[in-house]
């Protein structure tokens, strides 16, 4: 099976041979995984969007229209790969949105003198940050104010991705040791 194209192997995956998947899965998953890691940034959910594509190829390969160039099965799974990770960001910003929705209902529904209310701990947070280091703290605003991926941080500030990427981990490792202390009193 390792011998023969992509397009032999779709042919053999349509009819439903095992075999042939089992190839193109060794062919193309580990490129998959680096093609979605370097969107995500997190092996786990590289490795859950690749295998959902897969799982849906293998459940759903007879109906699917696979393009007939060289690169059609690869290019096609790409295209599923980023489609997968687009829907897991969107998932998560609509997750990230409730659960903010959620703490700000259930801070309504205390007394006034039990939390702090939502323009204090924004100074407090504003606060934090000005007190970051300059790199870190310029990351955190271009990220979090600016909306920049860190690939676009990464070019405008001359570093490379990873450092971005540490940065940042490490700006937001510091506001929740910082602010934790407030959002205990904040949630309680």
């Not at 205390?110 to 606060?127: F, Y």
Request: hydrophobic share 40%; proline share 2%; glycine share 4%.
């Amino acid at each position: 099976m390792q011998n023969l194209s992509d397009k032999e192997l779709y042919a053999l995956l349509r009819a439903g041979n095992h075999a042939a998947f089992q190839a193109i899965y060794e062919r193309h998953a580990s490129a998959m995984v680096q093609f979605a890691f370097s969107r995500t940034g997190s092996v786990d959910d590289a490795k859950d969007c690749v295998q959902d594509v897969f799982t849906w190829l293998w459940q759903s390969g007879r109906a699917i229209q696979v393009p007939d160039s060289a690169s059609g099965l690869e290019a096609y799974l790409k295209s599923a790969v980023r489609n997968k990770i687009i829907n897991l960001m969107e998932k998560r910003l609509r997750q990230r949105h409730y659960s903010r929705e959620a703490v700000l209902d259930l801070a309504a529904d205390m007394p006034p003198d039990v939390h702090l209310s939502h323009q204090e701990l924004n100074n407090l947070v504003q606060k934090e940050i000005n007190a970051m280091p300059e790199k870190m703290r310029r990351i955190f605003e271009l990220s979090r104010d600016a909306g920049l991926s860190n690939k676009q941080i990464a070019g405008k500030l001359s570093l490379s991705e990873q450092t971005v990427k540490n940065q940042l981990g490490n700006a937001r490792q510091r506001l929740r040791g910082k602010l934790e202390h407030y959002l205990s009193i904040w949630l309680l």
